[in-house]
């Protein structure tokens, strides 16, 4: 029953966020907001709003491993699986905005979210708040410097279709996407506390695991499918982008709910520095040899990296 619940939530929660995003999409440009600020802001909350349910539900149930286990667990599993497997494939290719705002605010907030929690242990209401106001900072920066760059190019989840949806089916998107969230957060939480107490193993350890794989599905399917076709697969920029939205609004937003406790050990200890050093290690990556390229065997490195960092927790 407890894997049941597991399925229907991701489902559920893919559904919704899928509808979420068109609906928010379709809302913005009525609002005659501009493609650029769109993709870059409300394309970007919007694909982070599935980390965000699980967690707020996850704090909500006080399950706080849980809601720090999909941020720590996503962030792992966007570089080390959905990066890797994705240059495997075909290469990635970086920008200058990589190593000159991108990586060093991913840096930054990991830095900080770590010592934040090794100070006493918890992140409190004032620092998801400093978080989220670092994360706007951050947005207010690149949108500015990306309109000064006339090579900018419109953010591809951005469909210019959605600009003639009707108010109504705008408003039946947002009912189904909320809807599908609600629901599909509250079962996934509650089937990943029923399955780790079956197992014997942590809520941390399911969440870290299935719950950031999971919620990682569908930016995984969708960078295989483009490196596959040799369409354009996301950018560097997009995970660096949802590893630092996923630590200042997930992060920070279900904090400002209530303080996030670090209860499992092996945050502090292991996984924290697992994610930092997967940040970490992009910017040789980058570099060496080629500059500006993620290639096929950089892939392997990252892959395996990941396959290590599972191995290391469920054992």
């Given amino acids: 029953m407890n894997i049941i619940l597991i399925i229907i939530g991701f489902v559920l929660l893919v559904i919704g966020g899928e509808f979420l995003v068109r609906a928010s999409v379709a809302l913005s440009f009525k609002l005659r907001l501009s493609k650029l600020v769109i993709g870059m802001t409300v ?11 699980v967690s707020l539900q996850a704090a909500f149930d006080g399950v706080s491993d849980i809601a720090l286990g999909n941020v720590i667990g996503s962030n792992i599993a966007n570089i080390g699986l959905v990066l890797g497997l994705t240059a495997m494939i075909a290469p990635l290719y970086a920008s200058k905005e990589f190593y000159k705002l991108n990586w060093p605010m991913m840096m930054i907030m990991s830095l900080l979210l770590y010592a934040l929690l090794k100070n006493d242990r918890q992140l409190s209401p004032q620092e998801g708040f400093g978080f989220l106001l670092a994360l706007i900072l951050f947005l207010v920066i690149l949108i500015r410097r990306s309109r000064k ?12 279709n959605l600009a003639v949806v009707s108010t109504f089916k705008i408003v039946v998107w947002l009912l189904i996407g909320s809807a599908g969230l609600y629901f599909g957060s509250e079962w996934l939480v509650d089937g990943a506390v029923g399955l780790a107490k079956y197992i014997g193993i942590s809520e941390y350890v ?3 695991t299935v719950i950031a794989i999971g919620t990682s599905i569908p930016e995984l399917a969708a960078s295989l499918i483009a490196a596959i076709r040799r369409e354009k697969a996301i950018s560097l920029g997009n995970l660096i982008g949802s590893n630092i939205f996923n630590i200042g609004s997930v992060l920070g937003i279900t904090s400002i709910f209530g303080a996030i406790r670090v209860e499992s050990p092996e945050i502090l200890q292991t996984n924290l520095f697992w994610m930092i050093g997967f940040a970490a290690i992009l910017l040789p990556l980058v570099f060496l040899p080629k500059r500006y390229r993620i290639s096929r065997y950089k892939g392997f490195v990252l892959f395996g990296g990941y396959l290590l960092f599972i191995y290391f927790v469920l054992t």
Avoid: I
């Avoid at 394309?43 to 349910?53: H, I, M, N």
């Avoid at 419109?154 to 469909?159: G, K, L």
């Fill in 149 to 160: 760059n006339e090579d900018t190019e419109t953010p591809d989840e951005v469909d210019e």
């Fill in 206 to 208: 399911v969440s870290v």
């Fill in 43 to 53: 394309v970007s909350f919007a694909t982070s709003a599935p980390e965000l349910l």
